[in-house]
């Protein structure tokens, strides 16, 4: 039940992550008349709303086999009911079906346009911040239980404009490098969108890195307010791995833009760009790893 519960958080993460980042490169982004050319561009929205849906079922079912202590009475009507009426995970769980339901339709019945854009960016946005109340984002009472809230709030759309926002400029870079190989003209051309797009997500992504790091602090207080718990508790560890896969992050972040971009904006051979291409990739494999660690990070309770 476990397994499933955190293998269905870890695609439902990173397929939510990927539903946000795709409008937002789009719309704050990707120059007027950019367009991301190739099957992974294609493919990847409706691959990712599809995953997010089936992901949110797994997880519902895995909640479900918890609640009724096994598999075999997960599905019950009785066992349905409790979970979708009487839990806050199950209430929260259709108003998080229904947007992803909307998320496919408008993704299918919608012709690529800026308003199409900001449609999905506000559901996807919608499905992200409302993750803070499937795990622990709605700890603490009171005040502290509302600044915990809005911190949970910022640092799940933070982490879904970095890692999300992060593929695509990875489909950028890649796609550089593939029309590198074209004429003089449609060479430049292609090399001074990209020079739009690093500038332009460099700005994003330094207030994104900024409030990430702002309001994971805020979190890690609240739940963990004495410092020996971060040794001495399940979670605490879980957590430690986790700041340290963000650190190791923001350092290739760093070293992709202060030394792997500036060759890019200066001459744009094609080494250089295949090496940032390369240190993308990196730091996108490090994100999915931290995603995949906060599957595993909401189903440990913080007090042991």
């Given at each position: 039940?476990?397994?499933?519960?955190?293998?269905?958080?870890?695609?439902?993460?990173?397929?939510?992550?990927?539903?946000?980042?795709?409008?937002?490169?789009?719309?704050?982004?990707?120059?007027?008349?950019?367009?991301?050319?190739?099957?992974?561009?294609?493919?990847?929205?409706?691959?990712?709303?599809?995953?997010?849906?089936?992901?949110?079922?797994?997880?519902?079912?895995?909640?479900?086999?918890?609640?009724?202590?096994?598999?075999?009475?997960?599905?019950?009507?009785?066992?349905?009911?409790?979970?979708?009426?009487?839990?806050?995970?199950?209430?929260?769980?259709?108003?998080?079906?229904?947007?992803?339901?909307?998320?496919?339709?408008?993704?299918?019945?919608?012709?690529?346009?800026?308003?199409?854009?900001?449609?999905?960016?506000?559901?996807t946005a919608a499905t992200a911040a409302s993750l803070v109340g499937v795990g622990h984002g709605m700890a603490g009472s009171g005040r502290l239980a509302a600044i915990?809230?809005?911190?949970?709030?910022?640092?799940?759309?933070c982490a879904a404009t970095w890692v999300g926002g992060l593929f695509f400029l990875g489909l950028a870079v890649h796609q550089t490098v593939k029309r590198h190989a074209?004429?003089?003209?449609?060479?430049?051309?292609?090399?001074?969108?990209?020079?739009?797009?690093?500038?332009?997500?460099?700005?994003?992504?330094?207030?994104?890195?900024?409030?990430?790091?702002?309001?994971?602090?805020?979190?890690?207080?609240?739940?963990?307010?004495?410092?020996?718990?971060?040794?001495?508790?399940?979670?605490?560890?879980?957590?430690?791995?986790?700041?340290?896969?963000?650190?190791?992050?923001?350092?290739?972040?760093?070293?992709?833009?202060?030394?792997?971009?500036?060759?890019?904006?200066?001459?744009?051979?094609?080494?250089?760009?295949?090496?940032?291409?390369?240190?993308?990739?990196?730091?996108?494999?490090?994100?999915?790893?931290?995603?995949?660690?906060?599957?595993?990070?909401?189903?440990?309770?913080?007090?042991?």
């Amino acid at each position: 039940m476990d397994e499933l519960i955190v293998a269905a958080r870890a695609v439902h993460f990173t397929a939510i992550a990927l539903l946000f980042g795709a409008p937002l490169f789009r719309l704050a982004v990707a120059p007027r008349r950019f367009a991301l050319g190739g099957r992974a561009a294609r493919w990847t929205e409706p691959l990712a709303a599809v995953a997010a849906l089936f992901s949110g079922l797994g997880w519902f079912a895995g909640v479900a086999a918890a609640m009724a202590g096994s598999w075999s009475d997960a599905l019950t009507p009785d066992i349905l009911a409790a979970v979708t009426q009487d839990t806050r995970f199950g209430r929260l769980w259709v108003v998080r079906l229904a947007l992803m339901v909307a998320i496919l339709a408008i993704q299918a019945a919608a012709k690529p346009s800026r308003g199409r854009d900001v449609a999905l960016l506000g559901l996807t946005a919608a499905t992200a911040a409302s993750l803070v109340g499937v795990g622990h984002g709605m700890a603490g009472s009171g005040r502290l239980a509302a600044i915990h809230m809005v911190a949970d709030m910022v640092h799940l759309l933070c982490a879904a404009t970095w890692v999300g926002g992060l593929f695509f400029l990875g489909l950028a870079v890649h796609q550089t490098v593939k029309r590198h190989a074209g004429t003089e003209a449609d060479s430049s051309a292609e090399l001074d969108a990209l020079r739009r797009v690093l500038r332009r997500f460099s700005h994003i992504g330094y207030g994104a890195v900024a409030l990430l790091i702002g309001s994971g602090c805020i979190n890690a207080l609240i739940l963990v307010p004495q410092p020996d718990r971060l040794i001495g508790t399940d979670y605490g560890r879980v957590l430690l791995v986790k700041i340290a896969l963000a650190l190791l992050m923001v350092a290739v972040a760093v070293v992709n833009r202060v030394l792997l971009t500036p060759p890019v904006m200066r001459s744009g051979s094609p080494a250089s760009v295949r090496t940032l291409e390369r240190s993308v990739v990196v730091e996108q494999g490090i994100g999915f790893l931290v995603l995949a660690v906060v599957a595993v990070l909401g189903t440990i309770h913080p007090v042991p």
